[in-house]
């Protein structure tokens, strides 16, 4: 039995030629490809070159050539089943068995992609007949040449409902195989159908290998939507797809740089001024599948200067809902980030898109925007900021927290500290280095562990005391505490100045900044002696033990690690509960985004935290 394509295609993109290759002999790297001497027979100079873009092997001296599944045949003597299945067992995946079901799936797959592909041929030719003349003038108006129009396979769809319907019925297809594959549809109660695009201008959309399996379609005559989709069928799902991914692979294989934007217009503008490797999600916000396929086809490795082409340019409308788009893919995009694994932000000037700038400006003027790109960090910093004031403390207390917010959707603890840390010294330098505006909390990834269960701040000053107890009794830890303890919001004025004294005292050159005694002294000196007795004595200690001057660094550590839990614990259920607020006065998109990302992070800070209680 054949296998299915999706099987195939998923095994091959799983496992990387110089993947399996490399199991087996040793690989130079060599710009965009390996070399190696050839498994195949004996030589001294390497000649035998593997290309993960394209998906093969050659070799030079005895002319081998393949893709991972025929190195396996070759280099193991096995039949193409059996190559098959030991790659499939590397790849982690099932091998389909050979069932009647699996036999008819992979027939009816087969005619459903010769089906679409006749629709498809069907759809040009109306665009060059007399039907089509005002969707060519349509396409001749925006600038798109014939040479263009033929290059993208633009078509067109009648008004007349019947006739795309009568032509693949001639060729001996159902109705219902024209319904499974989205070209028809059924009238409901009735025992009648008819073509699902009319009186629209088509884009063909092809898959991975660029077979079409898809349309997208702009209104021309008639009433409607002014773009429609194919409905998802057995060879489609618009999530997974980009209108253009298989020219984006070839040009990324040819260190030029990927481009996502939001039509289909731009898409052929861009490619049309010699940015090959635009792609546009299909009538749907980009998911994380699109990004995740995006980054698998970057074939070079980060250390090399022309890398920075292969991360890929988000470049979006200049308008607010260009931007809201921009802010929910930042959202989506931000539990996927790792190392070699980002995105830039490019954005568009006002009332401009890619189509319109290209032919106003020029390409070099898309360059020029291009050139400009956000890192990810900068856009992050920048979407969160938005348009408030950051003038108060409060205001800068609010941007930290909804910067903490963000940065908690990173999986990866490692670059998620890195954030932090970038941005704790960020604030430092946009606000200033004193008081509890000037720092953004970037301390161990321990201090962000979160609660695990709902809990209330402890009643009135008395976390105030005790995060100030800590520090004061344990100094050695204050390096780890700092930023965060800047943080905290403090409503008690004296503890507040109290506070600050310590953080005058750590700073303070030629003191032992690790000395319980020395700190107390300088407290005494700048006034605090009465203070310290009456606020931080024995009835304190009945609320945290583990604050004691007796007490362990680890113990000490462990309780105020658990206080600022509950500290992120809050911060995040009040923003949750803002958004819940916003969220009555209207259906927001990007609210209902940020809500639910707000519950997945309070989930994940069940899942993750180990008690709920403080230390004794």
Known sequence: MPYPPGFLDELRQRLPVSEVVGRRVKLIRAGREYKACCPFHNEKTPSFTIND????????????????VGFVMRQENRSFPEAVEVLAGLAGLPVPQSTPEEKKRYEEEKNLHTLIEDAAKWFEAQLHGASGRRALDYARARGLTDALIARFRLG??????????GHLAARGYTPQQMVEAGLVKKAEGEDRYYSFFRGRLIFPVGDRRG??????????????PKYINSAEHALFHKGALLYGFSRARAAASENRPLIVTEGYMDVIRLVDAGFVGAVAPLGTALTEDQILALWKI????????????????LCFDGDAAGQRAASRALDRILPHLGPDRSVRFAAMPEGEDPDSLIRDKGPAAMQALLDQALSLSDFLWQATAGERPLNTPEDRAGFRRDLEVRIGMIRDSSLARDYRAAFSQRMQESFGASGTSSSFPSGPRRFFRPLPMKVRPLPGDLQERIVLAVAMNHPALFPEMEEALHALPFANSKLDALRQTIFNFMSAPGLAHDDPAALRDFLEKHGHGPDLDKLFGDPLYLHAGFAKPDRPPQAARAGWNEIWRRHMRAQVEE?????????????????QDRIGHLRALLAEMDHESESDALPA
């Not at 067109?156 to 319907?165: G, M, R």
């Not at 970057?298 to 340019?313: T, V």
């Not at 923003?575 to 009555?584: P, R, T």
């Open 53 to 68: 873009q394209k998906g093969f092997f050659h070799c030079f001296g005895c002319g081998a050539h393949g893709d991972v």
């Open 575 to 591: 923003e949750l509960k803002n958004a819940s607020f916003e969220l009555k006065n209207g259906e927001d998109p990007a609210i």
């Open 156 to 165: 067109f769809a009648p008004t007349d409902a019947q006739a795309l319907l």
């Open 211 to 224: 077979r079409v399996v898809a349309f997208g379609a702009r209104l021309i005559e008639g009433d409607g």
């Open 298 to 313: 970057i074939p070079l490795p980060p250390q090399r200067p022309e890398a920075r082409n292969h991360i890929p340019i």
